[in-house]
């Protein structure tokens, strides 16, 4: 091997270490950098451990700047939106560390990449129950090849595919699923986002989505049953959500908050200082990694990937 081979190589050695040490990084909240798991898998043995005592253990995984929630109830398995599309497929990783065959529900908020980014993969991998998505007007912008090729991946796998309708109500085993909105159609992809509030006994959660301020003041003024102890913050704690009045209306204990390192400034200090007015306890996935709750519908009890490293 001449000297030119030996260089070359060294410099291909250099740029995959680079790619690899910024894999294992991510910032906290004041953007300084913190060593982190490649894969939210890691820790899964402890949380698989917690979920022998519950019959309901709802996580929502630290996907980076994108939305993936994985719930298990009884036998049951229901994902709502699949991260955003990688390298490394996350969220596939975590199912399969699970030995999940079968998702009997399958919730797509809305066609944003950061949302359903892995969904094409994941009908094509597993069994796929009931798969609930917003219909969204053609004339509404959305991530074109990402949706495509989830619409292709459903049709040839002949997935049943139910649009979401408010008022619409699934009930698995004890839990409760209702569709609150979107309430109607809007001019913006983001509050054409699928809500979804997720019940059992005395415990509740509400999924936003990337659902913004047109379609909270529609969810307030619809008269629903916002309350919900845990609220998966819309559009990754951004400016554009969760306003005031909408927190008074759910009243969570906990926000939990989808976010990585990105060129927003997300979550938005203003939506922060909002869930503080109300001494809502902020979870936040790019500090805490996986964050988990777990509860036999009287009372939760959650942990982190952090807490548990």
Same mark, same amino acid.
């Given at each position: 091997?001449?000297?030119?081979?030996?260089?070359?190589?060294?410099?291909?050695?250099?740029?995959?270490?680079?790619?690899?040490?910024?894999?294992?990084?991510?910032?906290?909240?004041?953007?300084?950098?913190?060593?982190?798991?490649?894969?939210?898998?890691?820790?899964?043995?402890?949380?698989?451990?917690?979920?022998?005592?519950?019959?309901? /253990?709802?996580?929502?995984?630290?996907?980076?700047?994108?939305?993936?929630?994985?719930?298990?109830?009884?036998?049951?398995?229901?994902?709502?939106?699949?991260?955003?599309?990688?390298?490394?497929?996350?969220?596939?990783?975590?199912?399969?560390?699970? /030995?999940?065959?079968?998702?009997?529900?399958?919730?797509?908020?809305? @066609?944003?990449?950061?949302?359903?980014?892995?969904?094409?993969?994941?009908?094509?991998?597993?069994?796929?129950?009931?798969?609930?998505?917003?219909?969204?007007?053609?004339?509404?912008?959305?991530?074109?090849?990402?949706?495509?090729?989830?619409?292709?991946?459903?049709?040839?796998?002949?997935?049943?595919?139910?649009?979401?309708?408010?008022?619409?109500?699934?009930?698995? $085993?004890?839990?409760?699923?209702?569709?609150?909105?979107?309430?109607?159609?809007?001019?913006?992809?983001?509050?054409?986002?699928?809500?979804?509030?997720?019940?059992?006994?005395?415990?509740?959660?509400?999924?936003?989505?990337?659902?913004? +301020?047109?379609?909270?003041?529609?969810?307030?003024?619809?008269?629903?049953?916002?309350?919900?102890?845990?609220?998966?913050? /819309?559009?990754?704690?951004? +400016?554009?959500?969760?306003?005031?009045?909408?927190?008074?209306?759910?009243?969570?204990?906990?926000?939990?908050?989808?976010?990585? @390192?990105?060129?927003?400034?997300?979550?938005?200090?203003?939506?922060?200082?909002? $869930?503080?007015?109300?001494?809502?306890?902020?979870?936040?996935?790019?500090?805490?990694?996986?964050?988990?709750?777990?509860?036999?519908?009287?009372?939760?009890?959650?942990?982190?990937?952090?807490?548990?490293?």
């Amino acid at each position: 091997m001449n000297n030119k081979s030996i260089k070359r190589l060294s410099f291909l050695g250099i740029v995959l270490g680079i790619f690899l040490i910024s894999s294992f990084i991510s910032y906290n909240e004041n953007g300084n950098a913190i060593w982190t798991k490649i894969f939210s898998t890691v820790n899964l043995s402890s949380f698989s451990e917690k979920e022998k005592d519950y019959n309901m /253990g709802v996580h929502f995984l630290s996907v980076g700047k994108a939305d993936c929630s994985y719930i298990k109830f009884g036998n049951a398995n229901i994902l709502i939106d699949s991260g955003d599309k990688e390298i490394f497929p996350t969220t596939i990783k975590y199912l399969n560390r699970r /030995g999940i065959r079968k998702l009997d529900l399958v919730i797509a908020t809305h @066609p944003h990449r950061d949302h359903i980014g892995q969904m094409s993969d994941i009908i094509d991998r597993f069994e796929i129950g009931c798969f609930i998505m917003s219909k969204v007007p053609d004339k509404v912008p959305k991530d074109s090849e990402t949706y495509d090729k989830m619409m292709v991946s459903l049709k040839r796998k002949n997935v049943n595919i139910r649009y979401a309708k408010p008022g619409e109500r699934i009930k698995i $085993l004890d839990l409760t699923v209702d569709i609150l909105g979107p309430c109607r159609t809007y001019e913006k992809l983001n509050d054409n986002s699928v809500v979804a509030k997720l019940t059992y006994g005395e415990d509740s959660f509400l999924f936003m989505g990337d659902a913004e +301020k047109n379609s909270e003041k529609d969810l307030i003024e619809s008269k629903k049953d916002l309350k919900a102890e845990v609220l998966k913050v /819309g559009h990754h704690g951004s +400016k554009t959500s969760t306003t005031v009045k909408f927190i008074e209306k759910v009243r969570p204990k906990y926000a939990v908050i989808s976010s990585g @390192p990105n060129k927003f400034g997300l979550p938005s200090r203003k939506t922060i200082d909002n $869930l503080n007015k109300f001494m809502v306890n902020v979870l936040r996935t790019d500090v805490m990694g996986d964050i988990s709750f777990f509860t036999n519908g009287n009372g939760l009890e959650f942990i982190s990937q952090k807490s548990v490293a």
